[in-house]
């Protein structure tokens, strides 16, 4: 009998682990960090009590350098951000004013907001993989391939995706960032420059210490 309770209590114990980190991986934590969803369209990754420092990412889902930038440095910016070090504000723009680029990015930033905050990472990791080549040849982000993106991360939002219901919202928002390009990286009203294209140095630059290579 007391073999059978220990059985149990460890089946327990490694469920209880288990939801943790699903609960982690769909874009909120045990700790407060959690993924949210401003009246802006745009997504807070923080524990909004913390005061630690602000860094905006500008980005847009057909920007080459933009997909550069996130294959090298989303992984350290989101740990630092679970780690209640920084708070991480993600801003999906459309940059571009030539097609096919500029239609390639405002379906796939409007399908971004369809997505749940829990689902929103993974759909960004999804676009970010699928995003049209040749750039400024290529068509794509189709509201099909958008909505099985979305599918894959874990969220049905095939109607919202396939009508553009965000479109005119997003360009509306998108209108009041006066940039020049993408990406464009702030940091408690700083503009950053290479450091945001390095872990480590980007981590420095964020908590005055070393940095960890990831």
Known sequence: MMKRLMAVAAACVAIAVLGVLAFARS?????????????????????????????????????????????KVDATIQRLAREGRVKVVFHTVTIFRDEPMRSNSI???????CVPAANWLAFRDAVYAMQPAPHGVASGFTVEELAG???????SVDS?????????????????VPLQGTPTVVLDGQVLGGEAFDPAALERVITGGDGIQV
Not at 107 to 113: I, K, N, V, Y
Not at 149 to 155: D, E, H, L, T, V
């Open 27 to 71: 874009g909120a934590s045990s700790d407060g960090v959690t993924l949210t969803r401003q009246a802006d369209g745009s997504m807070v990754l923080a524990d909004l009590g913390s005061d630690a420092p602000v860094l905006d990412v500008y980005e847009d889902f057909d920007c080459p350098v933009c997909k550069d930038m996130h294959a």
């Open 107 to 113: 379906r796939a930033a409007a399908a971004a907001r």
């Open 149 to 155: 993106a979305a599918r894959k991360a874990g969220a």
């Open 160 to 176: 919202c995706v396939t009508s553009q219901t965000h479109a005119e919202a997003h360009l509306a928002e998108t209108a009041k």
